[in-house]
C-alpha cells in the first residue's frame, strides 16, 4: 500500500492525543490555552453529510476563539466516495475518512461524532436520502447526539430548506437537524434513549449561510440579513502563533483521501450565520445571552474561584506551581451534581494536572497486537519533571486482573519504569471498526450497543489506570495502551495495541472472474496471529463449482508470518456467481475473517476484520488485443480486474510517454480522475493523440469537471465539455441508443439486461456537450429527469479510436459485474478483427 507524507507547519496538540497517535506535550502556552477552554462552559454542535463537508473556520474559531467545546457531527463516514491517494472504497474508504476527520480534529480542537448513515453515493434528493438510510434510525442518532454531547447552540452546514438544489445528503443532514433540535427534548421521542441520556433543548440552531448559496456575491449583498450573525474567523491567536484560518486550513488539510491538501490562508475573513429557531443573540456572539460560567452548575462558583485565579495568574514559567490548586479544584469538582459537567470537567482537569506538572506517563506494548487467551508484555514509564511530590501508588489494566502496588515516590525529572504481563481474558473481543462488526446494509450500519452509537472509533483494547497521590489526594488517570517503537528511516512511531485473531485468511483476489470452465489456482494465504499455530484450512465454495483439496495443513512458526495455500478450482460450464470463503480450524475453533491494514504516515494504522470471503462469477466473454497499456490516476482497481479475463495490463508512468513508446498496446486506458491527480500528463496529450491517430485505441474513465490545469482544457481530441450530470441510481433503466456500432456488438453482444446488478451508481460527471464526431452509445436517466447520452462516447480519430466515458467501471469491475466486464471488452476491442473464445481465453 502506497504511504504519503503530509509535512505539517505546525504541531498543535489542543485536544488530547488519541490512543494511536503520538502524546500530547504540550508547551506553557498552549496548556494556557486549554485552561481557558476548561474555563468555558459552552458547548456548539456543527452539523453536515460528509468528511470534508464541515467548515473548520468556524470549527476552530468556536473551539480557540470562544473556547467552547465543539463537536462535528457528520451523518456519514463518506463511505461512498472516491479515494485520491489509494485503492480503498466503501467501508474501508469510511475507515481511512474516519481517521482523517479525527486528525483534522486534533488540530482544529474539535470532537467527532457520527450517525449509523452509510454513504452509498450520491444522490439527488432528500427523499431518496432519507429513504436508503431509515430516517427514524438516523433522526434518532442526531437526536442522541444531542442529548449526549448537549450543545447550546447548533450550527448546520447546508440550508434544510432547498431539497434538491445540492447533494441529498447534504440537505439530508440540515433536515435531520433542524426536527432533532425540538425531538431532542421531547421525552415521547426515542424514550429508550432516556434510560441512558437525558432530554435536552439547544437554545439556537443556525445555517452557516455564505454567498455561495445566493448564487453570487451580488445576490449576497443584496440579501436581508436582519437574523444574521457576522463573524471574523480570520483572528490571530498571539498565544498559538498561529490565525484561526492557518488553523483550519491544515485541519482541512488532513482529507487528503480527497484532494484537500492546501496552502494555509491569515487575515481577517467573514463568515455568516443565520439563525433558524432559538433566540437572536444580541452581538456576533453564538453564545451571548447564554450562562458560560462556572456559576452555570450548582456549586461551580467555588470551583470557579480557584481556576480563573489560576488563568489570570498563570505562571508560564514554571506551571506546576498550579498543581495544588487544580487538585483542589478537581476533589471539589467530584462533589458537583451535574453529572455531565462534571465528567466533561474532570477529563479537562486530569489533562491540565498532568500537563502542568510534567508528567508523563506510558504503557507500551511490546508488539502492536495480541490474541485471545495470550499474554501481552507491558512496557510502563513514568516521570514527575516538576517539584511537587506526587506518588504512584497503583498501576493497573483496567481489562485484567494484573495489577502493580509500586508506592513510589515520583522524584523531580527521574523516570521510572516498570513491567507487567497480562493475560488477554477470553471475554475480549477482537480489534475492527465497531460499525463492520455486523452486516450492513445500502444505507445503514447496525450498531446494537446503544452507547457506542455517535462514536467516532473504538475505544482502546486495553486502558491502564495509575492512581497519582498529590500530597493526600488521589486521581486516578486513565491511558490508552500503545506500541511504541522506532524505525530507521522514519524515527519514533506509536500504534493501537490491537487484539487480533490467532489466524486470519486472504483470498489472492476479491472477484475472481472465470471465462471458461477452465480450472485455476487460487492462492489463500494464512496469516498467524501468535507463535505457533497448526491447523487446516478449507474453501467453501457454492453447488456447481468443484474445490480441491477439500482441505489443506498449514503450520506456521512465527507470529505475523503468512503461509500460502493453494486451491484448484472448476466453475461449472454455464454462468454462474457465488462466493468462496475460506475457514481455519484451529485447535477446535473456526477461524474466517481477513485482516486489512490500513498504514498510511497521517492517519493511525487501522486494523480491520471482514469476511474472509471472494465472489466468485462464471461468464461466457470474448475478447480481442492482449496487451493494455494503464495510465493510473486517483486510484483504482480496473487493472487487477482485466486481467482476470486474460490481458496483460502494463502501467505507465506518464514521465515515460514519448512518441511511438505506446505503439505496443492494444488499447491504452487512463485511470479515474487521471487529469485532476496527474499532472505531467499536460504534456503528453499530443503524444496520447498521435497514438490514437495511428491506430490506438484509447479509453478516459471519469474526471472530475474543472479540477485541473487550464492545459487539461482539452482531454480529447475533439471538443468535450464536462459536466456534474450522473444517474446515481444503479437500478435506473439504459436503452441502447447506437445499436448498430460495435461497441455493443462486438466481439459481444451488450443488451440491456447487460445493465442488471450494478453497484452504486450508474456513473457520473457525465460529458454534456461534445462534437459531432462523437456517437453517444447509452442512454440513462434517474427518476424524474431528463434523459442523459453522454455516459458513454466514441469518436473516430485518424486510425483509430477515443472513447470517454464515465461509467463507474472503477465499481463494478471489482464487484464483478459480469455485464461492466464485457461491456469494457468491447472497449478495449474496438477496432480490432482478432477476437479470443471461449477455447483460447485463460481466466
Sequence with gaps: MQKYWVGLLSVICFSTALFSQAPDKPS??????????????????????????????LISYLSNHD????????????????????SELRELLGVLRTQELLAARRIDGGEQWFTRANDFGYSKHPTETLKIWDKDKVLGDVVWAIRNIKPDVIVNRFDHRTPGTTHGHHTSSAMLSVEAFDLANDSNAYPEQLELTSTWQPKRVFFNTSWWFYGSRENFEKADKSKMLNLDVGVYYPELGLSNNEIASMASSSH?????????????????????????PATNNLFDGINTTWSRIKGGKAIGDILYKVEENFNYSNPSVHVPDLVQAYQLLQAVEDEHWKNLKSEALQELILDCAGLYMEVSADSGSTTVGDQAKLNIEIVNRSTQQIKLQEVSVLESTEKLEPNLELSNNKKETLSLDILVNNNLGNSSPYWLTTPWSLGMYKVSDQNMIGKAENPSAFTANFSLDFSGSTIDFKKPIIHRYSKPDKGELYEPFAILPQVTSKISEEVLIFSDPTSRDVLVHVRAGKNNVSGTLELQHPEGWVVSPR??????????????????ITPPAGD??????????????????????IAYDHVPKQSILLPAEAKVVRMNIQKSGEHIGYIMGAGDKVPESLKQIGYQVHTIDPNDIQSGS????????????????????????????????????????????????????????YDLTLSRDRVTDENATVSIIANNHSLVNFPNTIKESDFDGWVQERGLYFPKEWSPEFTPVLSMTDEGEEAKEGSLLVAPYGEGHYIYTGLSFFRELPAGVSGAYKLFANMLSIGKSEVKTDSNVKG
Design 256 to 280: 487528503l483521501c480527497q484532494g484537500f491538501g492546501r496552502v494555509t490562508t491569515r487575515g481577517s475573513q467573514d463568515e455568516y450565520v443565520e439563525l433558524l429557531k432559538g433566540d437572536l
Design 551 to 568: 482441505n489443506s495443513p498449514f503450520s506456521i512458526n512465527q507470529k505475523g508470518q503468512e503461509q500460502a495455500i493453494v486451491f484448484k
Design 662 to 717: 505506446l505503439d505496443k498496446y492494444d488499447a491504452v486506458v487512463v485511470g479515474i480522475r487521471a487529469y485532476n491527480v496527474v499532472e505531467s500528463l499536460k504534456f503528453k496529450q499530443p503524444v496520447l493523440f498521435e497514438y490514437v491517430q495511428n491506430g490506438g485505441n484509447m479509453i478516459v474513465q471519469y474526471n472530475t469537471a474543472g479540477r485541473w490545469s487550464k492545459q487539461f482544457e482539452n482531454i480529447a481530441p
Design 576 to 597: 454462474h456467481e457465488g462466493k468462496i470463503k475460506a475457514v481455519a480450524h484451529l485447535e477446535g475453533q473456526t477461524f474466517d475473517q481477513e485482516l486489512v491494514e
Design 28 to 57: 506553557s502556552t498552549e496548556i494556557h490555552h486549554k485552561l481557558q477552554k476548561l474555563n468555558f462552559l459552552g458547548t456548539a454542535l456543527y452539523v453536515a453529510a460528509h468528511p470534508d463537508d464541515e467548515n473548520t473556520r
Design 67 to 86: 473556547k467552547a467545546r465543539t463537536a462535528y457531527l457528520s451523518i456519514t463516514r463518506g463511505d461512498g466516495g472516491q479515494n485520491l491517494i489509494g
